[in-house]
């Protein structure tokens, strides 16, 4: 069999054989990245089959998955919308860094994953999948609710902080030295704060250079400039995800809309193949001695995360059960804890265990994060049905 | 009436208002990608909300059907003096014949002898529509008449 003949096969099975994990993950009303995630795994290195011949165009399509998946990012917000955001939820998004990075960076730190590992499983433990939580709080139809607010306000720091940390965590990989590195974070933080200026004065310009009335064409300028500034972007140092995040958010408006309308398709197809690469390039075998770390560390941060709503919620005045709702809303992580972790991974600057941890919590977390969302109220209503009987049962005697 | 108007970033647009009699709110979540849902409070807990889905037309023929009563109140005030003379509002079902076409194309007035004076669309009174004016799924209109025209409107409206 020819080289082409085999790729298209190994492909045509790869893509299938996601098709129907994503059906199986709707069927029980969970996020599809844990299943590519496993689907990965179970076709990677040390794993059933190997996939020699399409090995190259995974990685090129894992590579546009990132940018996809940030360029979407930065258009579901508009700047206006980050900039309030962020001056509403600033004490609550502290709150929420400190409180969920820091069990990445311990335990990172106690399996000697070495500093660079910590700063990145800084990352990956602290920000929510915001995927998930959309998903969940409209599924569950809590859209209305008063703590909704205050958990998308949550999200939408993390994501701002995401602009700034990706910057700082490529320097690190990179290995440059202090003073290249902060050049790195300057420019970011300055590229940063330029597009957020321009996106909320000159948004329509920007916008009106890749809108057309031509699906085609748009859809032509909208890749070829996330592409060109991703790259720029990676070019000096400041991580093509960043590139494309800030794209995203400088384009507004209705184009905003009918952008992200026709990237998605492509993002969940490129992203896929990005999470699969992830799996793939993690070794099964490594899993194991680092499986208590990571349901420790979900445990923790599942712990961290519902302090996190209850706190950011009660000072929005909510009841206590809005307070356990917007907590457990925010457990789930997911794609862009693995856009973190590739990034490490990648760049080879963190020992195998980081990605097997990696894995092994994002998938976890993925999965309780939905689960604990969902049952919830039952809980808390058992809790709150058990102190009222305390309380009435002296009466009663 | 205050509006409560909430931004939820990367979902859309909330708006809701406390309703008096009940220690209730009552709103609707615009989504960006276009869908609109009915909201309203649950009994027993002031944070959570009863999130209805509603399609477009869902959404239109609720806003006509809220919106209709007031505007027959205050035409059937004006016709008041007219003996034989009343005012109805009906609606133009999804599955109408005429929805769609254009209001010429019933011949109503010829037909019934009963006219349209207005159609109130997504909580928007159209006033005074000409024949050129086109009917969609969901619209309710509000007609002038005698009892029998208006009858007669009626199943023209729905069944042709």
């Known amino acids: ?397 | 009436m205050n509006v409560e108007v909430t931004s939820l970033p990367g979902i859309g647009v909330r708006k809701e208002f406390s309703l008096t009699k009940v220690d209730r709110r009552i709103g609707i979540v615009d989504h960006r990608d276009g869908g609109t849902d009915l909201i309203f409070t649950k009994i027993g807990d002031p944070d959570s909300t009863v999130q209805i889905p509603l399609s477009a037309v869902e959404a239109r023929t609720l806003a006509s059907l809220l919106g209709a009563p007031q505007l027959v109140a205050q035409l059937r005030e004006e016709h008041r003096e007219l003996d034989g003379v009343s005012t109805r509002s009906m609606l133009v079902p999804p599955n109408s014949p005429y929805a769609s076409r254009r209001l010429g194309d019933t011949e109503l007035r010829t037909r019934t002898r009963a006219s349209i004076v207005a159609v109130l669309r997504a909580g928007q009174v159209l006033a005074s529509p000409g024949p050129e004016f086109v009917f969609a799924g969901g619209d309710m209109v509000v007609v002038v008449g005698t009892n029998a025209g208006l009858d007669a409107a009626a199943s023209i409206l729905t069944d042709g």
């Open chain 1, 1 to 397: 069999m020819s080289g082409t003949a085999l790729a298209l096969i190994q492909l045509g099975a790869v893509f299938f054989g996601l098709g129907v994990l994503g059906r199986i993950a709707a069927r029980i009303g969970l996020s599809p990245i844990p299943l590519y995630l496993l689907g990965g795994l179970v076709f990677g290195t040390g794993g059933l089959i190997e996939l020699r011949e399409v090995e190259d165009f995974i990685h090129i399509a894992s590579e546009i998955g990132v940018v996809l998946l940030l360029l979407l990012l930065g258009l579901e917000y508009t700047a206006g919308e980050l900039v309030t955001g962020m001056r509403k939820s600033w004490p609550a998004g502290l709150l929420d860094l400190v409180l969920n990075a820091t069990p990445g960076v311990i335990v990172a730190l106690m399996l000697g994953l070495g500093p660079t590992g910590a700063i990145a499983m800084a990352g990956v433990t602290y920000i929510s999948s915001s995927g998930i939580v959309a998903k969940v709080l409209n599924d569950l139809g809590r859209l209305g609710n008063r703590e909704t607010p205050t958990i998308l306000s949550i999200l939408v720091f993390e994501d701002l902080a995401m602009a700034v940390y990706l910057p700082v965590l490529t320097a690190v990989l990179a290995g440059v030295g202090f003073v290249a590195g902060m050049t790195t974070v300057g420019i970011a933080l300055v590229a940063v704060t330029l597009v957020l200026i321009v996106a909320l004065r000159y948004g329509k310009y920007v916008s009106a250079i890749v809108a057309s009335e031509d699906r085609e064409i748009f859809l032509l300028k909208l890749l070829g400039s996330a592409l060109l500034v991703a790259g720029i972007a990676s070019a000096v140092q400041v991580s093509a995800a960043v590139g494309a995040f800030l794209l995203g958010i400088a384009i507004s408006d209705s184009t905003a809309h009918d952008a992200t309308k026709i990237l998605e398709p492509l993002r969940d197809l490129f992203a896929a193949m990005f999470f699969v690469l992830f799996g793939l390039s993690t070794d099964p075998t490594t899993i194991p001695p680092v499986l208590g770390w990571a349901v420790l560390l979900a445990v923790v941060t599942t712990v961290t995360k519902i302090a996190t709503g209850w706190w950011a919620a009660k000072r929005a005045g909510a009841s206590q059960l809005g307070r356990a709702r917007a907590g457990t809303a925010l457990i789930a992580r997911g794609e862009f804890s693995i856009v973190i972790a590739g990034l490490a991974v990648a760049a080879g600057a963190v020992p195998d265990e980081f990605a097997a941890l990696a894995t092994t919590y994002v998938l976890l977390m993925a999965i309780i994060g939905p689960i604990g969302a969902r049952i919830v109220e039952p809980v808390m209503r058992v809790l709150a049905g058990r102190k009222q009987r305390v309380q009435v049962d002296p009466l009663a005697e």
